[in-house]
Structure formats: structure tokens, C-alpha cells
């Protein structure tokens, strides 16, 4: 692959030799800024090995992903924020209950006070916080995003063995110095997506994440959010 003018900026993924489970673990955080610069066509093929080892229940491996780059993903850019824009109606291809209350609603809070307050943007700042949404459907100025499906006749069980193998992709993304951002957001408009990679109407689709390595330069990219200690949540019974 030809030099880059960037490759200076470009994180060296042979770190990723060198990195524990528990380094890939802790550095993982979301990342909201990319820079253009895409990841080896010869990496991604092995980060999405190393990904598919993965947990599922019997084996099944029921996910089925899409990765887009290059003009394919600048094309389906253009498209979700035109359905966005023009006010086109979200569907869902799988229920979803976000209404978070107590300690997980203080927590939302505090995560979005903190991702606006590096964006400066303010609390009654509507448009801001639109234009920041918007940003999702521009994956964010990633190179890449992969798109995960799974059939559309399973539910929760099955969604998490999904989720595991997300979390196993982000994870080796982590490792190979590469940022990643999970994004439910663009499941509001499965259709658009599933026509422009003209996936089986059988694929539900769950999340996207977009991937590339990171411009520190974005201001989102500042954000820190911390995690409950374990006595909030996790109960050690003998």
C-alpha cells in the first residue's frame, strides 16, 4: 500500500503485539472524530478473524456484517442524512426500550454533560445538539463502518451473542490502535442501509460501528466518562 501523506499521525498497529486483553480493555472508549486515512485492506482482514472467534450460543455465529468504505460509505452517508434532514420516518427493524431511570438516567446525564460540555455545546443550544446528532449518520468522517445484521426471526437471546461479537471486534479494533464508535442510532433506518448494500430483507439490522484511527484534533474525542465501582453493581455470593 502506497505512503500516505498523514502516516505520521497514523498510530503504528504493531502496538497491537504488545497489548494485553486488559490494556485493549481499559483504552476502548468511543471515538467521535477520524482521521481520512484508511485502515490496510490486509488488517482489517485480520482484525474481522480474529473478531469472528467470538462466542455464540452452539456456535451459530448468527451475525452477518457489512463493512463499507471508500464511495460506498460516502454514498450511504449522503443518504442517511437526507432521510434525517428531510424528516423521513425512523423504522425499526427490532424493538428497543431506552427510557433509562435512577442511577442509569443520572448516568446518561452525566455522559451527555460531559460530550456537549467538549463540544461547547450548551444545555438549550438546539440546533447544536442537532447538528451533533447529525454527526452519527456522518459515521463520524470514519473511513470504514461495519453494519451488523442478524435474522430478523430471533430476539434477545440471540442479539446477544451479537453484542459479544461486537464487543470482541471493538476490542481487537482497541488492540491494532484503531478507534471505533458503537452506533444504534443508524438502526433507526435499516431500510436505507439494507438497500444500499442490497442485504436480504430476512437481515435485521442492530448497530453500526464506525471505525479509523483517531483525530485527537476533535473536540468529542476529549471525553472521559468514568465506571460504577463493582459494589454498584456486581454481588460476590459463597
Known amino acids: 500500500m502506497n505512503a500516505q501523506p498523514n502516516d505520521a499521525l497514523v498510530p503504528d ?35 474481522f478473524t480474529l473478531a469472528q ?16 468504505s471508500g464511495v460506498a460509505l460516502r454514498c450511504l452517508r449522503d ?13 425499526l ?3 428497543r426500550t431506552e427510557q433509562f431511570e435512577g442511577i442509569m438516567r443520572k448516568r446518561q446525564i452525566e455522559t451527555a454533560v460531559e460530550l456537549y460540555g467538549n463540544m461547547n455545546i450548551a444545555r438549550g443550544d438546539k440546533e447544536g445538539r442537532a447538528r451533533a446528532a447529525l454527526r452519527n449518520y456522518e459515521f463520524f468522517d470514519a473511513p470504514h463502518a461495519a453494519f451488523i445484521f442478524m435474522p430478523k426471526q430471533f430476539g434477545e437471546t440471540v442479539a446477544l451473542d451479537v453484542g459479544m461479537y461486537a464487543q470482541t471486534l471493538m476490542l481487537t479494533f482497541t488492540a ?14 435499516p431500510n436505507v442501509v ?39 453493581e456486581v454481588r460476590f455470593v459463597s
Open 13 to 47: 498497529s504493531s502496538a497491537a503485539k504488545t497489548c494485553s486483553l486488559a490494556d485493549a480493555i481499559t483504552r476502548r472508549r468511543s471515538v467521535r472524530g477520524f482521521l481520512p486515512e484508511p485502515v490496510p485492506r490486509e488488517l482489517l482482514h485480520e482484525i
Open 53 to 68: 472467534q467470538a462466542p455464540s450460543n452452539c456456535n451459530v455465529q448468527p451475525w452477518h456484517v457489512f463493512v463499507g
Open 79 to 91: 443518504k442517511l442524512v437526507d432521510a434525517v434532514v428531510s424528516g423521513q420516518q425512523p423504522t
Open 93 to 95: 427493524d427490532f424493538a
Open 176 to 189: 491494532y490502535g484503531i478507534g471505533s464508535c458503537a452506533q444504534v442510532s443508524i438502526s433507526r433506518y
Open 194 to 232: 439494507r438497500e444500499h448494500f442490497q442485504v436480504d430483507a430476512g437481515l435485521g439490522l442492530l448497530m453500526a460501528i464506525s471505525f479509523g484511527y483517531e483525530d485527537v484534533a476533535v473536540p468529542a474525542n476529549k471525553t472521559r466518562v468514568p465506571r460504577a465501582p463493582i459494589n454498584e
